[in-house]
């Protein structure tokens, strides 16, 4: 099997797969794929004309995306899954299928009855919001959000931009500038995440993607940039900010969103990674579901 390192150039060839079908978890789409291409191997074959992507991190073994096929012809999913495990086994390694949703997992349950555990991932599972309410943030369970909102734009003179060519590289430098100053206490998935922003803004005009910032007097004090997961939700990749200007999340937050996204109806904020203080966060939004995720692994 000839798998392919994931590039820039592989972007038109894999979002043809991804428009095929309704996409439900975060994991797939071409910007995230590649922004974390520098801290994993990502790589992809196109088998018996079914996408397969394949994620490798250090020191551990790989494992595979449920295939996806433009027509949905289960015969040739079946075929692929058979061949993927039987090169799996013949490598001795474990065969492995991440980021399932419910309807993948149905699927290949129905495709191979009593074959695979299936584990579910919570601290995978994406966190999906109503945008119209995001923007909003009207009633009591968003009373904290709003005034903070509402401090932010009290205190500061502040102005949303679209991301554009003629700013992205300001938004490098700034961003640059911010992480310099926690280079040195930045964990290792931070310091992938860093890498990943700056090749991600370095190559926006081919990977497509939206982006929004925010100015005080002039200078950059916030940042987000995300894209269509289907046709009525968006998923944001990244959202940051300086903590010095208080209210600046929630700001970027609605900004974003109502510049960008308010003719979609709900937006996928991806995964906790069972990180608390990003858990709290999460659920602080008040979603309205999580996109369930789940891992099948080989019975024997």
Partial sequence: MQWKPIDIEDKEILTSFFTSKRILVSDLTFTNLYLWHYARHISYIILNDCLVIKTQ??????????????????????????????????????????????????????????????????????????????????????????????????????????????????????????????NDDASDGLRNEYIGIIESLKEFERLDFRGGILRVNGDIIAFSFGEPLNKDTVVIHIEKADIQYQGAYQAINREFLANEWSDYALVNREEDLGIEGLRKAKQSYQPLYLQEKFDAVLIN
């Fill in 57 to 182: 991190y250090p020191d551990e073994e790989p494992f595979i995306f449920y295939p996806i096929h433009k027509d949905n012809n289960l015969n040739a999913k079946k075929q692929t899954i058979e061949q993927m495990f039987e090169s799996c086994r013949g490598k001795g390694l474990k065969f492995s299928i991440h980021s399932l949703s419910k309807e993948d997992k149905s699927e290949l349950e129905s495709l191979f009855p009593n074959t695979f555990n299936f584990i579910y991932r919570e601290d995978r599972s994406d966190y999906i919001y109503s945008i119209p309410e995001l923007i909003a943030l009207k009633g009591k369970k968003y009373h904290k959000k709003k005034t903070h909102l509402n401090r932010f734009t009290e205190r500061y003179p502040f102005s949303y931009e679209k991301l554009s060519t003629e700013n992205a590289e300001e938004l490098i430098n700034t961003y640059q500038t911010w992480f310099g100053k926690i």
